[in-house]
């Protein structure tokens, strides 16, 4: 039926929103420690605006944004996920949304944003997929265009989280984390080297950007409570 809504309970594929599936479980206890702590970095009243980035490729950008996106708009926040991972993008597969026209859309061609936001099946929460992806991304997102959208957007939600690149291996991240009000850095604890996850930190630093936290992605068994999900704090 035609925009017709999905059940909250649905679990859209296996790239798996726990906090959907199992609400209750300490895994969806982790990201609401980590939308918490995010609040906390932030005034009242305002948008918050937060890039996800890791330090390197399949960090658990993706994962990590969806599902903290979910446990904001259960609050009944106004919040938008914008897939800014020109490379390799899946927030269209994650929340079975089309990704004929996105993000790479409206930078490269005169686009209205409403015809770039998509509705998800969870209430309170839109997305920007990708779009088509270009051969460019780096100078597509550096575009004054990005800037005018994100200022755009700002006025129209109460917490927009973007999904990007590695910040390591590639620029297009640097490059958004002067457009948030702060960067979130996932890594992988089971694959990650100390001096790469110092690096991204610094190449935000570098910038005199704000670090909100650290995701301590994939550590197995934290205080014996299975928890897959750890937050800290960067710095
Ligand atoms: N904590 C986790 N436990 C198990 N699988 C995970 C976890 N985090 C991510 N994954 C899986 O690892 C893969 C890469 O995660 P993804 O979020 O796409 O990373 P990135 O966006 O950083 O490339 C996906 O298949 C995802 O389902
Ligand atoms: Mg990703």
Redesign the pocket.
């Known amino acids: 039926m035609k925009n017709k809504k999905k059940n909250f309970n649905y679990v859209p594929d296996s ?2 929103l726990i906090v959907l599936r199992e609400p209750h479980s300490s895994i969806s206890e982790q990201y609401r420690a980590i939308r918490t702590n995010i609040l906390f970095s932030h005034d009242a009243g305002e948008c918050l605006s937060v890039l996800f980035t ?1 330090d390197m ?8 944004v969806a599902n903290v996106a979910v446990v904001f708009a259960k609050t009944g926040k106004k919040t938008l996920i914008i897939d800014a ?1 020109l490379r ?1 993008p ?1 927030g269209h597969y994650t929340f079975e949304v089309a990704n004929q026209s996105g993000l790479s859309t409206a930078l490269v061609n005169d686009v209205d944003v409403n015809e770039i936001v998509k509705e998800t099946s969870v209430k309170s929460l839109d997305i920007i997929t990708s779009g088509p992806i270009p051969p460019n991304p780096s100078e597509l997102l550096s575009k004054k265009k990005m800037t005018v959208l994100i200022e755009e957007l700002k006025t129209r939600y109460d917490i927009i989280l973007i ?1 990007s690149p ?1 910040i390591v291996p590639v620029i297009d991240a640097q490059v958004l984390s002067k457009l948030v009000d702060g960067s979130v850095i ?1 890594t992988n604890v089971e694959e990650n080297d100390w001096k790469t996850l110092q690096e991204a930190k610094q190449l935000i630093e570098k910038g005199n950007e704000n670090i909100f936290g650290v995701v301590l ?2 550590k197995k068994n934290i205080q014996s409570d299975n928890s ?2 750890h937050y800290g704090r960067g710095g």
């Open positions: 790239r798996g890791s490729p399949s960090a658990g950008k993706s994962t990590t991972d390799r899946t999904d590695p996932v992605n994939n897959y999900y």
